[in-house]
């Protein structure tokens, strides 16, 4: 499994724990509370689908709103399928939620991980966090040493897209340290989530606001990541 395909199984094994879904449903919430999946097609979701389905992670449902039940007498349409997670593919996403391994502190992992960071525990949180702002921290230097080096050949424009670069990642770092303090802290942040799988968790005390693709080092297209 590729490490694209992983993070779409993951937020899809995430939202349909909120509630079952349908295709559509799911592609919307994908969309729209999850930045990093701004645009792919449902040729990208279904065969995710099809592959938690045959790995028993998820069911398939017939649908039973009324718009379903008169979904098949008109012009042949069929019934709108409703996803479901299964006992195993809860407990399979709660064992992706403990994993705090390097994948975690990637760009498009990351921002997947913390929209459900209110389903995480504090602990998990913490040791992701650390390792996404060491993970930048890395990154920060390298940029330095390379435009130091670099410097005298570049012209104006070059110089001040590598100045604009660094300036981002300085700016998650001073992010990240204000959620370690917090969470160290035992404190909760409060306030309404961008998307219901990032909501205030009152037993884990989550962080209630997503991380935007756009201010994210790394993702500055976030299209690409499930086409």
Not at 177 to 203: F, H, M, V, W, Y
Request: aromatic share 8%.
């Amino acid at each position: 499994m590729s490490r694209r395909s992983g993070i779409l199984e993951f937020a899809v094994l995430g939202l349909l724990r909120e509630s079952p879904m349908h295709g559509y449903e799911l592609r919307k919430r994908l969309n729209t509370s999850l930045g990093v999946f701004r645009a792919f097609s449902y040729g990208t979701l279904y065969p995710c689908l099809k592959t938690l389905v045959a790995n028993g992670w998820l069911i398939e449902e017939p649908g039973h709103t009324p718009e379903d039940a008169l979904a098949a007498p008109l012009a042949g349409r069929r019934a709108k399928i409703v996803y479901r997670l299964t006992a195993e593919g809860k407990e399979h996403f709660e064992e992706l939620l403990s994993q705090t391994g390097p994948d975690a502190y990637e760009d498009e992992h990351f921002a997947a991980r913390f929209a459900f960071f209110g389903q995480t525990s504090r602990d998990v949180r913490m040791r992701v966090l650390e390792g996404r702002r060491s993970r930048l921290e890395e990154r920060l230097e390298k940029m330095r040493l390379s435009l130091a080096r670099t410097r005298e050949r570049l012209d104006d424009y070059t110089l001040e897209l590598q100045r604009h670069g660094m300036e981002s990642v300085e700016r998650e770092v001073r992010w990240l340290n204000e959620l370690i303090e917090s969470e160290r802290a035992g404190r909760d942040l409060k306030g309404p989530a961008s998307g219901g799988s990032a909501q205030q968790n009152n037993t884990t005390g989550s962080p209630g606001v997503l991380p935007r693709p756009g201010d994210t080092p790394g993702t500055d297209t976030p299209g690409d990541t499930a086409t």
